[in-house]
C-alpha cells in the first residue's frame, strides 16, 4: 500500500526541503556559536506559544472545531500556529483532516504504513502538484479556502517567517548587541522551531506506533506518554481518533493535556464577562469536553 498518493509528483520540493535543511543546519551551527541563558529562555516561551498555536489553532479550533471564539482569536491563533514552522493553515488543516478519513489506509498522507521517516516528515518532500493541491484544498479545507486572510498567509508563508526571524533578531540586537542578537535567533527561532516540528511530527510516527489503545479504533493510533508531554497533549492520540472533536485529548487524570488546560483556563477566566453582560469579549465558549465514565460530550462554558 502507498499512503503517497494525495498530491505528490516526480521530483522533490526544493523550497520545503532547502527550509527544513537550512534551519536544521543553522540551529546546530548557531547554537553551539552563541549559547546564552536569555536565548533559552526565549526558546522556552516560544516553544511553548508557536507550539500551542498549532495544538489549540490549527487542530482543536481550526481543524475540529472544539471550541468556540471570535475571529480575531482564531485568526491570531492560526498566526501563532504558522510561526511554528508546519507549513499554512489551509496546508496544515486540508492533509489533518485526510488524515483522519483515511487514517492508515490508502490516501493517508503521512501514514507509518509507508515507513517511520516517511510518517514523520519525508512525506513534506516530494513534488506538490499545484492543481491537485487546490483540488485538495477545496475538498478538505474549504472552509478556511475561501477566506481572503487565510489565503493571504497561504501566499506570503515564507514572508511571515522571514520577518518573524527579523524581529527576534532585532530583539536580540536591542537586549545585547550582535552577540545576543545571534543567540536569540538562535534559540528562539532556528532551535525552537526544529523542536517543535520534531516534537508535533512524533504524533503522525511515534504515536501511530508505539504506545497503548485505550479505544478500539480502525488506525493504529496509540497514546505516547513521551508524544503527549512534548506536544502539550496531541500524544493521546488513540484518545483523540475515537473522539475528534473533543477538546480535551487526555481521558485520564495522567494524560497530561496542556493545550486542554489553557484553553479550560482561558474560558474560566472570561466567565465574568458572561456574568456582567460582556458576552460577545469571551475568548472561548462551548467546549467540547469528551466524558469518559458518561462517554458523552459535555459543553463547558455555554455560550448562552
Known sequence: MSVATSTPTKGLEWPVVIFMGAIHLF?????????????????????????????????????????????????????????????????????????????????????????????????????????????????????????PFYQHLEANYLYWQLGFGTLIF???????????AFSFLAWGFFFRMIFVLHATWMVNSLAHTYGYKSYET??????????????????WHNNHHFMQAAVNHGHRWWEVDLSFYVIYFIGLLCVPLKWIGLNHWRLVSNLKYYDRKTGTYQTLFPAK
Open 170 to 180: 532585532a530583539a536580540g540586537w536591542a537586549v545585547g548587541g550582535w552577540y545576543m
Open 218 to 235: 480502525s488506525d493504529d493510533s496509540r497514546n505516547n506518554f513521551v508524544v503527549g508531554i512534548l506536544a502539550h497533549g496531541e500524544g
Open 27 to 147: 540551529a546546530i551551527g548557531f547554537c553551539i556559536a552563541f549559547p546564552s541563558w536569555l536565548g533559552f529562555g526565549l526558546f522556552l516561551l516560544l516553544y511553548l506559544l508557536t507550539g500551542l498555536g498549532v495544538t489549540v489553532g490549527y487542530h482543536r479550533k481550526l481543524t475540529h472545531h472544539s471550541f468556540k471564539s471570535p475571529k480575531w482569536v482564531e485568526r491570531f491563533l492560526a498566526v501563532l500556529g504558522m510561526l511554528a514552522g508546519e507549513g499554512p493553515p489551509i496546508f496544515w488543516v486540508a492533509h489533518h483532516r485526510k488524515h483522519h478519513k483515511l487514517s492508515d489506509q490508502e490516501g493517508d498522507p503521512h501514514s507509518p504504513k509507508d515507513g517511520f521517516w516517511w510518517a514523520h516528515w519525508l512525506w513534506l518532500f516530494p513534488k506538490q502538484n499545484k492543481v491537485q493541491l487546490g483540488s485538495l484544498y477545496r475538498k478538505w479545507s474549504p472552509d478556511l479556502n475561501r477566506v
